[in-house]
């Protein structure tokens, strides 16, 4: 993402990427290796500018659990490989499509 891009990433879009993933705030943080406390204020407060190096840690977290951030908001990437037997070459169909 550009710093452009990084810039209009708002905190409802991260609460929804999150929503979309089932994740918690503490999962996230874990997984961006970011503060709790960062991630709650960024999502809860009245922030008027977002720390980029934050955002941009949330954003490549987000993106590589499927995330895509778009203009109007953030979309789940429909699954390409399954990880779920490790073995690198497992393909996941689209729903209904068994």
Avoid at 62 to 67: D, E, F, P, T, V
């Amino acid at each position: 993402m550009t710093m452009e891009e990084i810039d209009r990433v708002t905190p409802a879009q991260i609460r929804a990427a999150r929503a979309l993933l089932g994740m918690t705030q503490k999962e996230l943080c874990a997984r961006a290796r970011i503060a709790i406390g960062s991630l709650a204020k960024m999502e809860d407060g009245p922030l008027t500018r977002l720390n980029p190096n934050i955002v941009r840690g949330l954003v490549a977290t987000l993106g590589a659990c499927g995330i895509r951030f778009t203009a109007t908001g953030v979309e789940l990437a429909p699954a390409i490989f399954s990880s779920s037997r490790a073995t690198g070459a497992d393909v996941a169909l689209p729903a209904g499509a068994r």
